[in-house]
């Protein structure tokens, strides 16, 4: 038997280190009575299983965070090629 409890309780079920029989989850303040939100996970868990949708969620978490420091070497690279740029600009100027 598998169960999902919601719950508003810090620490709703004493877990121990070694526990391997819960898994508690913590509702970040944005979602707090979306009901749009938890439908949607809801149907994604009756769809395709409560293993894959955490793996689902876990993947798009991952490619997120890829995508983001993609950017950020890109602002790095960026930013270099401006500086380099601008020592060009100025070394005509110093001419």
Same mark, same amino acid.
């Given at each position: 038997?598998n169960? #999902?409890?919601v719950?508003?309780?810090?620490?709703p079920?004493?877990?121990? !280190?070694? &526990?391997?029989?819960?898994?508690?989850?913590?509702c970040? !303040? $944005?979602?707090?009575?979306? $009901?749009e939100?938890?439908?949607s /996970?809801? @149907?994604? #868990? +009756?769809?395709?299983?409560?293993?894959?949708?955490?793996?689902? *969620?876990?993947?798009?978490r991952? *490619? +997120?965070?890829?995508h983001?420091? =993609?950017?950020? #070497? /890109?602002r790095?690279?960026?930013? &270099?090629? =401006?500086? &380099? !740029?601008?020592?060009? #600009?100025?070394? *005509?100027? @110093? /001419?």
């Open positions: 038997m169960l #999902i409890i719950i508003n309780n810090d620490f079920v004493k877990i121990e !280190a070694n &526990d391997k029989r819960y898994v508690v989850c913590r970040k !303040a $944005v979602h707090r009575d979306d $009901v939100y938890f439908t /996970l809801s @149907n994604e #868990i +009756l769809k395709v299983g409560i293993k894959e949708s955490f793996h689902s *969620q876990r993947r798009k991952k *490619q +997120l965070e890829h983001v420091h =993609n950017l950020m #070497i /890109l790095e690279e960026d930013q &270099d090629t =401006n500086e &380099d !740029a601008n020592d060009d #600009i100025i070394e *005509q100027i @110093n /001419l």
